[in-house]
DNA sequence: CCAGATCACTTGTACCTACAAGTGAGGACT
DNA sequence: AGTCCTCACTTGTAGGTACAAGTGATCTGG
């Protein structure tokens, strides 16, 4: 069978996988866990809402909603930003940061088991020269994998 | 940053692109498609629902509803099975059978762009191992790339 | 300083999927 | 035959996401 229909199917059934391991492991979708993951790696654990539907590839109205539920769970605040009236801050409280501890190893332990244990050292060197090439196809500016800090012009 | 993020990435993002394009250009979800295309390549065009439902990885639940829809449409017709009064065969339709030959090279074409002509051939021959042991991992009865049809005992 | 355009969200509606419960056919055991 | 159990779905309900419309705040031109 041709290559990309095998990535085709590995791309079907990996999401299936991790976002089962968060739901059952810590009532969380694997979305709900990339947001607060994203947010633990901020400055003060704070983004405003565009920021942080740009890093994770949500429209506005999703991150809103999903926002939304994790504040009334208490894992997330929202405050007006002091310096734009318009946007919104979005910040990770100790309950929050407390989840992403508790909930980062069995997740990772999940990736590893089905991802990096699956392949053979090389393999794994291969993977990500691989998928770096995928991604400036698919994410030309870098929104999902951090390159926005350090971005400039040309 | 690690293989494992980037793959991650990739598989947060792919499936978007391929939904995206079936919705806008066949008003079909890229699962639509992906049962419509299982049932174009099964002998006379038809599947049990059980069957149907293993090689596309879903629920009988889910897979019921989407088949409903698109009987609706005219693309898929259900008849009770003649050999066991439990079951259901689902059948391509001629529309259905036009519709998944008017939708493919748009398909491919898209995978195409995003990423076979992302890679390198060498590349494409190292994803082609690498999702292969993922596959084996994450789908070991090789439900989804067909190898039910040649699976053995043991 | 005031009207219009734009921006940053929020809210509402429709669709899709997951989980649980229900229906009816087939097989096992007596 | 009759009963129990399992199988193959179907249906109903709840939760998440997409798209469209609405609400204020901010910027721009006069």
Request: one cysteine or more.
């Amino acid at each position: 069978m041709a290559a990309w229909r095998r990535l085709v199917a590995v791309v079907e059934l990996l999401p299936g996988v991790l976002d089962g391991q968060l739901r059952r492991d810590a009532q969380l979708t694997h979305f709900d866990y990339h947001v607060l993951a994203v947010l633990s790696e901020a400055p003060h654990r704070v983004l405003r809402m565009t920021d942080l539907a740009a890093r994770t590839n949500a429209t506005l109205p999703r991150l809103s909603h999903v926002v939304r539920r994790l504040e009334e769970r208490g894992l997330v605040e929202r405050a007006p930003c002091p310096s734009d009236g318009r946007a919104t801050n979005a910040r990770l409280t100790e309950a929050g940061w407390a989840k992403v501890r508790e909930t980062a190893p069995g997740h990772v332990a999940t990736v590893r088991e089905h991802v990096v244990d699956a392949l053979t050292q090389e393999q794994v060197t291969q993977l990500a020269g691989i998928a770096d090439a995928l991604l400036r196809r698919l994410d030309p500016d870098g929104r999902l994998t951090g390159a926005l800090d350090r971005a400039g012009p040309g």
